[in-house]
């Protein structure tokens, strides 16, 4: 139980376009769902929070605006990596925790974006 | 504010030898504390965690993690490494209480295992 997915897994896009990823909790209803950012060899760097229904939380330092997220229902967050351009190239990976305040995150497998 | 400290960016051991992976956290209280492993490539793996009760704590793969509060750590350990546990290895902080549990995450130590 508590797999958590995402998609795609790699992307390669241009500079300039848009990408979507999105992250499923498939076996359960995740309340809150969070969006990591690793660069290459450095840890994880939380991005923002995000609950059902509700606009998500961003961590000093986001661009709200160039990192769209969305968590339109208790299985399914998106994170919109708008007008993608070389610097934005890292390995993204999505969590979901079980409940309000759920103590324990189910991390997903990561998507690895590379902006050309 | 809560912090992770992973001493240790890269540690080498022998297969078959035992090993222990230092972490300490900064927080007022009793944290909820998660030890993951990563592959190169691939997302994060729960090796084990700790709410309350119980300090000493069993996890998968052969690995162990004892919480001191007066120390604040929460040290991995397995008696004997295998080559297929060379990764890298995460020590996580959660905060008790909040409506949101945020994760805050160490540096990670990156495991090499010796033939």
């Known amino acids: 139980g508590a797999v958590v997915s995402q998609h795609p897994s790699r992307v390669i896009c241009k500079s300039g376009t848009s990408v979507k990823i999105e992250c499923r909790s498939l076996?359960?209803?995740?309340?809150?769902m969070f969006w990591y950012r690793q660069f290459p060899k450095k840890s994880l760097m939380l991005m923002a929070t995000?609950?059902?229904?509700?606009?998500?939380?961003?961590e000093q330092g986001v661009e709200k605006d160039k990192f769209l997220i969305n968590h339109a229902s208790l299985t399914l967050s998106t994170l919109t990596v708008t007008s993608a351009h070389p610097e934005d190239s890292s390995f993204y990976i999505c969590?979901?925790?079980?409940?309000?305040?759920?103590?324990?995150?189910?991390f997903g497998p990561g998507t690895r974006l590379t902006v050309l | 504010a809560q912090s992770v400290t992973q001493p240790d960016i890269h540690i080498t051991v022998s297969e078959g030898a035992s090993l222990e992976l230092r972490c300490n956290y900064s927080?007022?209280?009793?944290?909820?504390l998660f030890w993951y492993v990563q592959s190169p490539g691939q997302g994060l793996q729960l090796l084990l965690k700790?709410?309350?009760?119980?300090?000493l704590v069993q996890g998968i793969k052969g690995f162990e993690a004892e919480f001191k509060r007066s120390q604040s750590s929460f040290n991995l350990r397995k008696p004997s490494v295998h080559w297929s546990d060379a990764a890298e290895y995460f020590c996580?902080?959660?905060?008790?209480?909040?409506?949101?549990?945020?994760?805050?995450f160490g540096t990670g130590t990156l495991l090499a295992v010796q033939p």
């Open positions: 969590s979901a925790a079980m409940g309000p305040g759920g103590r324990e995150q189910f």
């Open positions: 076996d359960f209803q995740a309340t809150t």
């Open positions: 995000s609950n059902e229904g509700s606009k998500a939380t961003y």
């Open positions: 927080y007022g209280a009793t944290p909820y």
């Open positions: 700790y709410f309350s009760g119980d300090t």
């Open positions: 996580a902080v959660g905060a008790p209480g909040g409506a949101t549990n945020k994760l805050i």
